[in-house]
C-alpha cells in the first residue's frame, strides 16, 4: 500500500489532522505514522513540509473557494445565484475553515493564504451583488456584511438549532434579493 500513497493521500491526511488537531499535526512523522507508512513516502512527493503546508492551502482554497464558486455558477443558469451560494456556505460546520483561520494565527504563509482566499470570495459575492443591479459600492458594503455572517457562523462555538439555523438562512436570502 505505501508504495501506491500518492500526494493527494498525503494531502487529505494533512486535512483530516488539521481538522482533528491542528496545525501542529501538520508534520511527516506522526502523519506517516497514522497512515502506517514511513515518513521516506511523504518526502517522496513533498520537498519538505513547507511544500506540503502548500499543498495543502492550495486544496483548501480549491475546495473552499474555487469549486463553490464553480459549483455557484453552474447552478446560476438555472437559478439567482446569491441564494445557491448562501444556501451552500450557510448549509453545514465549517471545521476546515476554522482550523484554516487557527492557523494563520501561528504561520505567516497560512496567514497570506488565507487573506487572498477572503479577497477572493469577497469580490466574487460584490460582483454577484453587482450582477443583481446593485451599484459597486453598495454591492462592495453589502458583501462585506454578509461576508463578516459568515464569518460568525463558522467561528461561533456551538451550531444553531437546525430550525434555527434554516430561518436564519432564509432571512439572508430575504435580505440578498432586496
Known amino acids: 500500500m505505501a508504495d501506491q500513497l500518492s500526494a493527494q493521500d498525503w494531502i ?10 491542528g496545525f ?3 508534520k511527516a512523522e506522526p502523519l506517516a505514522k497514522a497512515m502506517g507508512v514511513s515518513r521516506g513516502s511523504f518526502y517522496w512527493h513533498f520537498k519538505d513540509i513547507d511544500a506540503f503546508h502548500a499543498a495543502i492551502l492550495a486544496r483548501w482554497r480549491e475546495v ?5 464558486i464553480a459549483n455557484v455558477e453552474a447552478a446560476s443558469k438555472h437559478e439567482d445565484p446569491l441564494p445557491v451560494l448562501l444556501r451552500r456556505t450557510f448549509g453545514g460546520r465549517p471545521v476546515l475553515e476554522v482550523a484554516v483561520r487557527s492557523w494563520a494565527l501561528h504561520d505567516p504563509v497560512a496567514r497570506a493564504a488565507l487573506q487572498a482566499l477572503d479577497r ?3 469580490n466574487y459575492v460584490a460582483d454577484l451583488f ?30 444553531l438549532p437546525k ?3 434554516d430561518a436564519v438562512l432564509e432571512e439572508l436570502i430575504r435580505m440578498a434579493l432586496r
Open 130 to 159: 453587482e450582477r443583481s443591479g446593485l451599484a459597486p459600492d453598495i454591492a462592495r458594503a453589502r458583501a462585506q456584511i454578509f461576508y463578516w455572517a459568515f464569518l460568525g457562523f463558522a467561528l461561533a462555538d456551538k451550531p
Open 64 to 68: 473552499a473557494a474555487e469549486q463553490i
Open 24 to 26: 501542529t499535526a501538520l
Open 120 to 122: 477572493r470570495r469577497l
Open 163 to 165: 430550525a434555527r439555523q
Open 12 to 21: 487529505d491526511q494533512g486535512i483530516k489532522a488539521l481538522v482533528r488537531s
